[in-house]
């Protein structure tokens, strides 16, 4: 499986911005899909979550309410709407399939990850 990541940028802090993560090699329409960051000098972070269905999701609290992960199965695609950008928002993001259906909130429970697309948010 390959997860292929896009859709960073530079943007203004309030700005919005939304990432893509493509699949190929299997269809991941029966997988939990998921989303982390990594902000420079720190550790990675959990960000989203969303289950095989798209019925549930899973936010940090740093990104509740103004992030949206959602997934189109016909597509094999998710995605992170991003609003209200914040500077502390920039990290490169990685979008992750995890092999179990449901939410997963931590690094260790997903097996492939895509490389990272770059998110900077400036003041």
């Known amino acids: 499986v390959q997860l292929q990541a896009s859709g960073g940028g530079l943007v203004q802090a309030g700005g919005s911005l939304r990432l893509s993560c493509a699949a190929s090699?299997?269809?991941?329409?029966?997988?939990?899909m998921a989303w982390f960051r990594q902000a420079p000098g720190k550790e990675r972070e959990f960000v989203a979550t969303i289950d095989w269905n798209g019925g549930n999701t899973r936010y940090a609290d740093s990104v509740k309410g103004r992030f949206t992960i959602s997934r189109d199965n016909a597509k094999n695609a998710v995605y992170l709407q991003m609003n209200n950008l914040k500077p502390e928002d920039t990290a490169v993001y990685s979008c992750?399939?995890?092999?179990?259906?449901?939410?997963?909130?931590?690094?260790?429970?997903?097996?492939?990850w895509g490389q990272g697309t770059l998110v900077t948010v400036s003041s």
């Open positions: 090699g299997r269809t991941l329409s029966r997988n939990g």
């Open positions: 992750a399939a995890s092999v179990m259906p449901g939410l997963v909130t931590v690094a260790s429970g997903y097996h492939y």
